[in-house]
């Protein structure tokens, strides 16, 4: 299992309908908690709007994978 950091960007592995969040959606971990059993990570939208911040599991997010690409949707 990759080892996740403060300030790595991190995948949604699940959808997160109360904070308007898809799997796929892309966000930066701001703080480890636990030895790495959970993160908050910040979601923003591209303009640089927080769209939530939130405490994820780490079977929520994966890393980042090399040669991946983010992909643009509107927020509810």
């Known amino acids: 299992m990759t080892t996740i950091k403060e ?3 991190v995948v949604l592995t699940a959808d997160l309908p109360g904070e308007k969040l898809a799997a ?7 703080h ?10 910040e ?3 591209l303009n640089g709007e927080t769209v939530a911040v939130v405490t994820l599991e780490r ?6 994978e090399r040669r991946e690409i983010t992909h643009a949707r509107r927020v509810a």
């Not at 796929?24 to 701001?30: E, K, L, R, S, Y």
């Not at 480890?32 to 990570?41: L, M, N, Q, S, Y």
């Not at 079977?59 to 980042?64: E, F, L, S, Y």
Request: cysteine-free; proline content about 3%.
């Open 7 to 9: 300030h790595d960007r």
């Open 59 to 64: 079977a929520q997010i994966r890393p980042v």
């Open 43 to 45: 979601f923003v939208s």
């Open 24 to 30: 796929g959606d892309v966000g930066t971990v701001v």
């Open 32 to 41: 480890v908690h636990r030895d790495g059993k959970a993160f908050e990570v």
